[in-house]
């Protein structure tokens, strides 16, 4: 029984994903064209840039729903300075900034005044949906400089702009966390933070950092996404948290804390990229693929805490 269940955890999300792939496939003729498939890379890149700042946050044990209005103030926030007539190069720097700032004030609550994560974020979350509604004045920023499309629309050879951006904080991530000391506190707070602060890491700091650079990485997909869009959106962001977090949970990160690689992420991203493309493609009303969402999440929490209990018993027999 544990060889099955060894064989299931190793390959059942790439089974998943042939699956997909396979049934979109016959349903939509075009889903496997070569425009398609662009299309879900950039739809999956400005997920993907927020899903790498939610592994750190996640594997610290916590959680960050203000992810996607961190996203869409930040996009407001540049659309309305280059409106202004300022240059988009210090438009966009102002937007990741903020972005910053506000993981900042994230890490403050949870860090310094102690709040859960949950309703640090949750309240964030919708002050800054507040603060998107009064810049775009509850209907929308345009008259955007056309140049600014490049980062959205714009293309490297085949590869999207977006799609590098994308993997450059992929390896970003990937090198603080296999290739620092810092990487090793993240995991560290995760799996124990009371021995990790007897140790002598400054815990409040590793906090601080990680909601700091998930609000980089938020705004950073803002800029992305205004460029796709070419205006800032009151709604922009909305519901992203979700795919966000069942991208990470997917991959492979313990929604406990502790344990995962953002390797894996990579894969959740994939399957979630091509879940929603099709059901975009099939021509599903939003509130089904809201229910559709919701229920992946749920499965990828459950075997996520059941993986959890079965390496408890093991260890407890040991």
């Known amino acids: 029984m544990n060889k099955v269940i060894d064989f299931v955890s190793k390959y059942a999300l790439y089974c998943i994903l042939f699956v997909l792939i396979v049934y979109f496939s016959l349903r939509a003729p075009f889903f496997l064209s070569g425009d398609n498939i662009i299309n879900i890379i950039r739809q999956t890149a400005i997920i993907g840039i ?18 996607g209005s961190v996203l869409g103030v930040s996009a407001a926030i540049a659309a309305r300075l280059m409106v202004a007539g300022f240059h988009p190069v210090l438009a966009s720097t102002a937007a990741v900034l903020s972005g910053v700032v506000c993981g900042l004030i994230n ?6 005044v102690g709040l859960p994560p949950l309703i640090t974020t949750l309240g964030t ?14 209907s929308g920023v345009f008259g955007i400089p056309r140049s600014y499309r490049v980062l959205g629309q ?41 021995a990790t602060r ?6 409040s700091l590793v906090k601080y950092a990680i909601y700091a650079f998930s ?36 991959g492979g990160v313990s929604i406990m804390g502790g344990e995962g ?11 979630m990229g091509v879940l929603v493309n099709g059901m975009i493609i099939m021509d599903m009303s939003l509130f089904t693929q809201w229910a559709v969402k919701g229920t992946v999440l749920l499965l990828a929490v459950s075997y996520d805490k059941f993986m959890l209990k079965r390496k408890n018993r093991i260890t407890a027999k040991l």
């Open 215 to 250: 609000g980089f990485l938020s705004a950073l997909a803002g800029i992305v996404f205004l460029g796709r869009m070419m205006s800032a959106q009151p709604t922009a962001g909305q519901q992203y948290e979700m795919e966000i977090i069942t991208a990470v949970v997917l």
């Open 50 to 67: 927020c899903a790498v700042g939610m592994t750190f946050i996640i594997l610290t044990g916590g959680i960050d729903l203000s992810t």
């Open 125 to 138: 979350m919708t002050a800054l949906r507040g603060v998107t509604l009064v810049l775009t004045y509850g």
């Open 261 to 271: 690689k953002i390797s894996g992420v990579i894969l959740g991203l994939i399957i």
């Open 107 to 112: 890490g403050f609550f949870v860090a310094k």
């Open 154 to 194: 714009g293309n490297l050879g085949p590869i999207p702009i977006s799609a590098i951006i994308m993997i450059a904080a992929f390896v970003l991530g990937y090198f603080i966390l296999e290739r620092t000391r810092f990487g090793r506190y993240v995991y560290g707070v995760g799996d124990n933070e009371e």
């Open 198 to 203: 007897l140790s002598g890491v400054n815990v």
